[in-house]
């Protein structure tokens, strides 16, 4: 059987898990869901990251019991068998490389419109696509390099997001105007709800932490811990984010600009320099981004080849790097793919469904779980099982809300899985 090295600290995961959280989901993202909400925008991140964190709470206990690479894949094929845990892989795996593709065009957004703002909108597509390989190649060279690579990007956008709100904050203590959060819902609540299904978006990512626990030295604790502190530190970056971007900037105009927080940044510095310290940000928000969804979406192809529902060559290890080459460079190129709809709003709102799905069956795992696994987890839920069902439930209801377009691409997709599932089933151990 393929092995990967386990090499990954709980520094490492952490890495991993702030890298694949924060990018576009907040420095794109909120300016789209802003000019749907107006002020409750806020609201909308609280809601976002509360549901995210009943299946982040879930994913935690269930990654302490089970070790394998995976995720919600591992998890679904444990609980309900190998058709349904095939469906969550391959959806998995779906909104991973669809994620490269989003952040990659938020990349290339922030780029243009701000650096390069003459050029035409199709350099927004081929700068996506350098982008895409630029950072195929460490996802080759290990997960180690990845990490390294990782951790200073995240450093880099950490620095950008906290200045913002630490500038923000005392901008708002002197200038704060109260009409800028009235009406708090001007477009009703229900826009609320969906601009919660659109900021969704920002707070995925945490289960790319499971995704790496037959590389981690210690799984069963690292990752389960790794998983609650990367989620914990972004959720108050994007309330304080949301603040201070409402706070300071009418939510019309945050609507209308493609980059919003740099926007926000100029407004309350009134300077250039520090816009294009927080334009920097996001590139490299972004940028890390696309680098851990590259390593999410390559070890779930590696995960299901491994189980035979793909071909072989998807699992093999390269002897000298310890990677999967042949899935890193499937992933890159399917992401490359997408690129080419040029199209933020539906690749977000597709990878949303992907995720909700995914975590609606991650949240069933681990009620189906429970009892029938003896290995007592290292991480333990209390009132089971209260939060994975307010878990599943809250993923459905957010799912409603999603755009019709991306829920039909999104059933299309796990369509086409069904007959891939049954055209190989004889092969499937």
């Known amino acids: 059987m393929s092995k990967l090295k386990r090499e990954l600290s709980l520094l490492d995961l952490v890495d991993i898990g702030i890298s694949q959280i924060i990018g576009a989901g907040i420095f794109v993202v909120i300016g789209i869901a802003a000019g749907v909400a107006g002020p409750s925008v806020i609201l909308a991140f609280w809601i976002a990251g509360m549901v995210a964190l009943l299946t982040a709470l879930s994913t935690a206990e269930l990654s302490s019991i089970i070790t394998e690479t995976g995720s919600s894949y591992a998890y679904a094929k444990r609980a309900f068998g190998k058709f349904v845990g095939f469906l969550a892989g391959w959806m998995r795996y779906f909104d991973n490389v669809v994620s490269i593709s989003a952040v990659s065009l938020g990349f290339s957004a922030y780029l243009l419109s701000l650096l390069f703002p003459l050029l035409p909108k199709n350099f927004m597509i081929a700068s996506s696509l350098i982008l895409i390989l630029a950072l195929t190649l ?11 690579i990782s951790s200073v990007l995240v450093a880099i956008k950490l620095s950008a997001l906290s200045f913002l709100i630490f500038v923000g904050f ?9 009409n ?19 900021v969704f978006f920002a707070f995925l990512g945490f289960q790319t932490i499971a995704m790496a626990s037959e590389e981690a030295k210690n799984p069963r604790k690292d990752v389960p811990l790794a998983i609650l502190i990367s989620f914990l530190i972004c959720f108050l970056l994007y309330i304080g984010a949301a603040i201070v971007s409402v706070g300071s ?5 945050l609507g209308n ?10 407004v309350i510095t009134n300077n250039e320099y520090a816009s294009l310290f927080v334009t920097f940000g ?49 992933s890159s190129l399917i992401a490359a793919m997408i690129v080419m709809t040029g199209s933020i709003n539906l690749v977000v709102s597709v990878v949303n469904f992907g995720s909700l799905f995914n975590f609606v069956l991650t949240n069933l ?18 009132f089971h099982p209260l939060i994975p069902t307010l878990g599943a439930i809250s993923c ?13 691409i999104g059933i299309l997709w796990l369509l086409i899985g069904a007959s891939i599932y049954f055209l190989r089933r004889k092969r499937i151990k």
Do not use: C
Not at 249 to 253: A, G, K, L
Not at 398 to 408: D, H, P, R, S, V
């Open 282 to 330: 996001a590139l490299v928000a972004t940028a890390s981004v696309a680098l851990a969804s590259i390593y999410s979406s390559s070890r779930v192809l590696f995960a299901l080849s491994r189980d035979n529902f793909l071909p072989k060559v998807l699992s093999r290890i390269n002897e000298n790097f310890g990677t999967p080459i042949a899935s890193v460079a499937i």
């Open 396 to 408: 459905i209801v957010l799912m409603l809300f999603l755009e019709n377009n991306a829920k039909i």
């Open 365 to 382: 795992s681990l009620i189906k779980l429970k009892n029938k696994i003896k290995k007592k987890p290292s991480f333990e839920l209390p």
């Open 170 to 178: 005392f901008y708002l203590a002197k200038n704060f105007n109260v």
């Open 180 to 198: 800028n959060f009235l009406p708090f819902f001007p477009n009703g609540f229900s826009s609320t709800l969906t601009a919660s299904s659109l």
């Open 138 to 148: 460490p996802n080759i060279l290990g997960a180690k390099i990845t990490t390294r």
């Open 249 to 253: 900037v009418d939510w019309r105009i």
């Open 257 to 266: 600009v493609d980059h919003p927080l740099s926007y926000v940044a100029q």
